[in-house]
Nanobody
Framework: QVQLVESGGGLVQPGGSLRLSCAAS????????MRWYRQAPGKERDLVAA???????TYADSVKGRFTISRDNAKNTVALQMNILKPEDTAVYYC??????????WGQGTQVTVSS
C-alpha cells in the first residue's frame, strides 16, 4: 500500500518562503511521476507541479519562477520549495503519486496560509 505523508505547511507572510516535503512508503522511482496539487476553499484541486521518473518538471503558470519541485530517490521524498508566496497561494497542498498503470495515490494534505 502506498502511503504519502506531507509536512512543512504553516503560516507565512506574503513574500516569504516555505518548503513542503512528501515522504513515501514506497520507492518513488517506481512511480511514473510525483506531483503536488493544491485546493483552496470552494475551488477545485489543481496541479501545481510535477516531476517524472526522468526528472522532467512541469509547473502551473501561476507558480512558474517561484516554486521548485525536486525528488530524492534515495530517501523516497519529494519536495516543493515555494518562494515569493502570495495570498492566492493559500490552500491545502497534497502530494500525489502516479504509477505506470495511471493509478493515483494521495497524501492527507498540509495547510499553507499566506497572510500578513
Amino acid at each position: 500500500q502506498v502511503q504519502l505523508v506531507e509536512s512543512g505547511g504553516g503560516l507565512v507572510q506574503p513574500g516569504g518562503s516555505l518548503r513542503l516535503s512528501c515522504a513515501a512508503s514506497i520507492s518513488i522511482f517506481s512511480m511514473n511521476s510525483m506531483r503536488w496539487y493544491r485546493q483552496a476553499p470552494g475551488k477545485e484541486r489543481d496541479l501545481v507541479a510535477a516531476i517524472t521518473r526522468g526528472a522532467t518538471t512541469t509547473y502551473a503558470d501561476s507558480v512558474k519562477g517561484r516554486f521548485t519541485i525536486s525528488r530524492d530517490n534515495a530517501k523516497n521524498t519529494v519536495a516543493l520549495q515555494m518562494n515569493i508566496l502570495k495570498p492566492e497561494d493559500t490552500a491545502v497542498y497534497y502530494c500525489n503519486a502516479l504509477d505506470d498503470g495511471w493509478n493515483a495515490y494521495w497524501g492527507q494534505g498540509t495547510q499553507v496560509t499566506v497572510s500578513s
